[in-house]
């Protein structure tokens, strides 16, 4: 186990990545988004850290070493090709402390991953005991070096969607959208209440975010933190369309019958085919 290594980088830092000591000068290439998945065991770690680490988890052996026998309920990663990273926070005096891998991009020379931390809101019920947050992804091996930044949660995405009745889960499609990030919930049958506790899949895709929220009509934009149902979504297994619009924390959530029900305006009804066609589209680059 290794301590955080916080640093505070500029935009073009990481990006150009150059060693200009002599006449030596690296080029690091473009910035990109790596794929990574959130990873989630049966087991508790065996030892809590006294203070904020991350661990690398480079094989079965060491994935036993770190966390306390269990039966895992989904597969191990394959260790030949993926990684694990956890990041621990260290201990906390309550509950309502958290932390999250926001993002993992790398160029060339480098790999950079973005975290956030959250603490409990003074008016906020938490219980009275020491809680050890932790989060943890599967990542591609590399011998690249990590780099960590503390970030600010996202608290502006959109999470768009299509679904309906059928035994698998393919007829759920739920994505979250972000400036250039985009994220895959996969393993849903039914529609979630709360997407935070789903396994998702972190795309190498980058998602033009601002050009989708231009096409959000003045109709829904005029809901915001409401909840709207147009239609009958699946009443008779016609399917669904799911908007799920997060604004600095101000959630509007918006259920479309994939029928033309006559409460759906041209514009609503055009916007609903933007989703279709992106969500359509999403599922190319997953």
């Not at 935070?196 to 980058?206: D, E, H, P, S, T």
């Not at 003045?218 to 009443?235: M, R, V």
């Amino acid at each position: 186990m290794k301590r955080f290594i916080i640093v505070a980088l500029i935009a073009f830092s990481f990006s150009s990545c150059t060693d200009s000591l002599g006449d030596n000068v690296q080029n690091c290439g473009d910035v990109r988004n790596v794929a990574y998945e959130n990873f989630k065991y049966c087991g508790q770690p065996k030892e809590n850290p006294t203070k904020p680490i991350y661990v690398l988890i480079n094989s079965n052996e060491e994935l036993q070493k770190h966390f306390a026998p269990c039966d895992p309920f989904s597969p191990l990663p394959d260790f030949t090709q993926k990684r694990v990273l956890g990041l621990l926070s260290g201990p906390k005096p309550t509950s309502g402390y958290d932390i999250k891998i926001q993002s993992v991009v790398e160029d060339d020379c480098q790999i950079l991953v973005q975290y956030s931390e959250r603490v409990p809101g003074d008016s906020e019920i938490v219980l009275q005991t020491i809680t050890y947050p932790a989060d943890y992804i599967i990542l591609p091996k590399s011998s690249k070096p990590i780099i960590f930044s503390k970030v600010n949660a996202v608290v502006d995405y959109a999470i768009v969607g299509t679904y309906g009745e059928c035994a698998t889960t393919d007829c759920y499609q739920f994505y979250r959208v972000e400036n250039y990030k985009v994220f895959k919930y996969f393993n849903l049958t039914s529609l979630a209440s709360d997407f935070y506790q789903l396994n998702y899949k972190a795309l190498v895709f980058r998602d033009d975010y601002a050009s989708f929220l231009s096409k959000i009509p003045t109709e829904i934009k005029n809901l915001k933190g409401q909840t709207k149902t147009f239609g009958s979504p699946n009443a008779h297994d016609q399917g669904g369309v799911y908007l799920e619009w997060n604004q600095g924390g101000v959630v509007t959530k918006i259920y479309l019958d994939n029928d033309n029900t006559a409460d759906q305006t041209a514009e609503v009804i055009a916007f609903k085919k933007v989703i279709q066609d992106k969500v359509a589209l999403l599922k190319t680059k997953s």
